[in-house]
């Protein structure tokens, strides 16, 4: 089946460092890539769409200048965390939409901000 | 896209079926009840999906009322890998409809021997 790899999947940062994080589809194309958060306990949280050759478009309440969102090609989103803080540390999650129409995860990439 | 209500936490015994429901009374006609499962530190994993006839695959059955406002995962035989969060949710099926993906707060799953 689809398969959505992610990388890092763990890492960990000195506040104020930025952090990139690659969401990649390995089997197919995808023109359209969805990044989510989530704190311990809780559940998914979309943060932003993001968009092949476009602007991504992010969620209420999420600075789009804090997350940085790249899809420069079919397979590749990047989103980067700028001057991270302790705050920012949680589980990032990306997905992307199969061939069929099914929603494929990443594996998660934990951050952990020192 | 509707949103869905889970009971917060199961128990199941091992080798018993897990039966986990889900109300989803707005649900409109062209949304699909989409099932997934996220194990601890992992990203949520697809179980099953169906629009208004029951489907069934190689890891779950879905049974989706008559009304569409409600539907219940089985996992058959529930084994200790299957304990997780088990999230339900409707959406808009096929293309990028994922935008509009609400996770709720799913159900804890917990298998024991």
């Known amino acids: 089946g689809a398969v959505v790899s992610q990388h890092p999947s763990r890492v960990i940062c000195k506040s104020g460092t930025s952090v990139k994080i690659e969401c990649r589809s390995l089997?197919?194309?995808?023109?359209?890539m969805f990044w989510y958060r989530q704190f311990p306990k809780q559940s998914l949280m979309l943060m932003a769409t993001?968009?092949?050759?476009?602007?991504?478009?992010?969620e209420q309440g999420v600075e789009k200048d804090k997350f940085l969102i790249n899809h420069a090609s079919l397979t590749l989103s990047t989103l980067t965390v700028t001057s991270a803080h302790p705050e920012d540390s949680s589980f990032y999650i990306c997905?992307?939409?199969?061939?069929?129409?099914?929603?494929?995860f990443g594996e998660g990439s934990r951050l952990t901000v020192l | 896209d509707a949103k869905t209500t889970q009971p917060t936490s199961m128990d199941c015994a091992e080798g018993r079926a897990a039966n986990l429901p889900c109300n989803h009374s707005?649900?409109?006609?062209?949304?699909?009840v989409y099932w997934y499962r996220q194990i601890h530190s992992q990203g949520p994993q697809y179980i099953i999906h169906g629009l208004k006839n029951n489907e069934t695959n190689e890891m779950a059955s879905l049974i989706i009322t008559e009304d569409r406002k409600s539907s219940t995962l089985i996992l058959p035989h529930a084994t200790l890998r299957d304990t997780a969060v088990y999230y339900c949710i409707v959406r808009v099926g096929g293309g990028n409809a994922g935008n509009m993906l609400t996770f709720g707060g799913g159900t804890r799953l917990m298998v024991k021997p």
């Open positions: 089997d197919f194309q995808a023109t359209t």
């Open positions: 997905s992307a939409t199969g061939p069929t129409g099914e929603l494929f």
């Open positions: 707005t649900i409109s006609g062209n949304e699909y």
């Open positions: 993001s968009n092949e050759g476009s602007k991504a478009t992010y």
